[in-house]
């Protein structure tokens, strides 16, 4: 382990103990950039913003790990009281079926819509801007820092490493965990193009994770191959070595178990539960053995599918909640199935779900809802499952018939690539982040 002889000031808005989809690269990255000569201090948002909390995170940190936590102002927080407001008074029903919506609450969804594009530039978490850039700020007048990391999403994250740049000048690192995909509005859409351009051209070095992010960013925005690093999402290997069976049969044996870990965003379950409606009318036998899991956060689009097909669904699909991470890599032992819904054409050509590495690691069969794009390549590429077109039904349907006919449960499960999977580990992967922030910090002496 080399001595942190170098300083970077990282910008988390996301970090422990929030529990969101970007924490646990924010948290793994951060703690292994100790191993290479980077001693971090993180700048994040202080206290619980309603979302779910894991303080297990916490222990996973290294002592000497400095953490600066700052107020935010809920921007949006009219929001909920004011739907609350307008429901009350029998407006706003739900958006199962959006072409019955009566005129006026299409009409207040619409003012709604426009009154966040209005308001929340660059998004919804702007009001974390002022805090966070002023004890950023403070720290570098405070002591010497040789790289600016920044850490997106939230976009707001990327607007406080540009002003930090401009009145500090110290070098500047930008990463995109995920594309910024373009708002519908056109005026909104120019100004975000417009806002992301000049940190590209302002930042030192640009870290995205997928080699399609990186053509994006070359083709459309002119960004220099130089400029930009792909690193990707990674795994901890410590918590897959080190973790043991501790309560056997979380999942009911004697059943095919399918699940997914994780939040379902917007249309990324593509007609997945189509298929499986049409399969179990044809099969209603399947009802005996098979479940599908769903182990965190179905979104609208998900609950819908599940309400047009609850009468197939009842006896099948099962709805488990958040659970804390460290059960999650139980669950995904004891599935037979990984799902993976990832079925937008945005999200399939230019991102991959965290959680692909962790499926990757684990070893049971992926079975990937996507088009074509990074997942598709890391599961084949990994001979790790299979990928299924989100938009055809009749295939998703044979996959599954597949996999339900050659279904055995190997224990324990392995990677079937296992060379291939050991370079998403985190401190691999932090590795390739120190070179960035050596190579930027180099270049500004």
Known sequence: MASATKKALVIAFDFPPRRTSAVYRNTNLTTYLVQYGWEPTVVTVRGNLGGVEEPELLKRLPPELR?????????????????SVIRTAGALKSRHDE??????????????????????????????????LARAFRLTRESRYDVVYVMSPPRSATVVGYWLRLLSGIPWVLEFQDPWYPPKRPLRRRFER?????MLRRADAVVVMTEGH??????????????????????????????????????????????????????????????LCELLREQ?????????????DPNEDCERAIYEGRKELRGVLYRHGFVPHGLVRQLMRETSYLLLFWGRPHFSRLAIAGKTYEYLRIGR????????????????????????????????????????AQHRNDWPPKPARPDFVAQFRWDRLAEKLAGVFERVSRDAR
Not at 244 to 261: A, D, K, R, T, Y
């Open 67 to 83: 953490i600066e936590r700052t107020r935010y102002l809920a921007v949006n927080g009219w929001e909920r009281s004011t739907a």
């Open 99 to 132: 072409a019955k919506q009566p005129l006026l609450d299409r009409w207040m969804r619409s003012a709604g819509d426009f009154a966040r594009s209005c308001l929340y530039f660059p998004d919804s978490t702007v009001g974390w801007v002022p805090f966070g």
């Open 194 to 198: 417009w806002l992301q351009l000049l």
């Open 214 to 275: 990186k053509e994006e960013f070359k083709q459309s925005y002119g960004v220099p191959d130089g400029k930009l690093a792909v690193i990707r999402n990674g795994f901890c290997e410590d918590d897959f070595s080190r973790d043991g069976v501790s309560e056997p049969h979380l999942l009911p044996p004697g059943f095919i178990h399918l699940s997914h870990f994780g939040t379902i965003y917007p249309e990324n379950s593509g007609r997945f539960f189509q298929a």
């Open 284 to 296: 209603p036998e399947l009802e005996k053995k098979l479940r599908v899991n769903i182990i965190g």
């Open 365 to 404: 069969p992926i079975l990937a809802v996507t088009h074509p794009g990074g997942v598709q390549q890391l599961v084949e590429e990994g001979r790790a499952g299979y990928v299924l077109n989100p938009e055809n039904v009749e295939a998703i349907k044979g996959v599954l018939r597949t996999v339900i």
